[in-house]
């Protein structure tokens, strides 16, 4: 228990890669979001007036989100379980701030989690998915390497009420097809574009459905999807 008469110092991981404090103007609400093993965006919404202790010394999730399927359900590991009694992670921002289209007054902000109070050499998350991929960036800078990533995102655009494919047609890289996509993919990369993402096309895939969006090339360190420095906030004051 912490001795409430003497105050927490800050964390030795509040560094250049933390988002920018003082918030931007008009913000008023931050969305702190780490990616679980399926992809899926989990979190909290962090008040303005709590975004600058947030941005210093984490936000707390206990450790069930990394190991859960996609419809939340926890599988079966040897690290997060009710032996554990399911500590908190420290998830802290990371990533620069992007505005979220569409939410007046709201940023999202990336996060990495570490082990709550564990040395910062030995904070690392076992089933973090991010470990091996920072394991493998920074084999390769030292043997004289500087690693840079792009993602290609395809999926399918479902009719709601059938799950289904909202099209019957194969026509890959079609325009034609594209253009009947447009009203959904326009926006899309608009948006992408205006968090500051390096978004740089789409198009039509193979089957009826399937779409692809391809974001630009950046270096994989910090490996963690890192806006452009054209976008519209900096990271730093």
């Known amino acids: 228990r912490a001795d409430p008469a003497r105050p927490l110092a800050p964390p030795s991981w509040d560094d250049p890669d933390a988002p920018s404090?003082?918030?931007?103007?008009?913000?008023?609400?931050?969305?702190?979001?780490?990616?679980?093993?399926?992809?899926?965006?989990?979190?909290?919404r962090i008040d303005?007036?709590?975004?600058?202790?947030?941005?210093?010394?984490?936000?707390?999730?206990?450790?069930?989100?990394?190991?859960?399927?996609?419809?939340?359900?926890?599988?079966?590991?040897?690290?997060?379980?009710?032996?554990?009694?399911?500590?908190?992670?420290?998830?802290?921002?990371?990533?620069?701030?992007?505005?979220?289209?569409?939410?007046?007054?709201?940023?999202?902000?990336?996060?990495?989690?570490?082990?709550?109070?564990a040395p910062e050499g030995a904070a690392e998350v076992p089933i973090d998915p991010r470990a091996p991929l920072r394991r493998a960036v920074a084999a390769a800078q030292a043997l004289g390497f500087a690693p840079r990533l792009a993602a290609e995102l395809e999926f399918y655009l479902l009719d709601p009420a059938t799950l289904r494919p909202a099209?019957?047609?194969?026509?890959?890289?079609?325009?034609?097809?594209?253009?009947?996509l447009e009203p959904f993919l326009g926006p899309l990369r608009r948006d992408l574009a205006a968090m500051g993402l390096p978004i740089?096309?789409?198009?039509?895939?193979?089957?009826?459905?399937?779409?692809?969006v391809n974001l630009g090339h950046a270096p994989a360190s910090p490996p963690w999807i890192t806006p452009s420095s054209s976008g519209p906030w900096s990271r730093r004051p």
């Open 48 to 117: 303005a007036a709590h975004w600058e202790s947030t941005r210093r010394r984490g936000m707390a999730l206990d450790n069930t989100f990394f190991a859960m399927d996609v419809a939340s359900l926890l599988v079966p590991n040897g690290f997060s379980g009710l032996d554990t009694g399911f500590p908190d992670l420290s998830v802290r921002p990371r990533g620069p701030l992007m505005p979220l289209p569409g939410e007046p007054g709201v940023a999202l902000s990336l996060g990495e989690a570490r082990l709550r109070g």
């Open 200 to 212: 740089e096309q789409s198009g039509v895939e193979v089957s009826a459905g399937q779409v692809e």
């Open 167 to 180: 099209e019957t047609r194969n026509e890959c890289y079609g325009l034609a097809r594209a253009t009947a």
């Open 21 to 44: 404090a003082p918030l931007p103007p008009g913000i008023d609400t931050v969305a702190l979001a780490i990616a679980d093993q399926n992809g899926i965006l989990r979190g909290k």
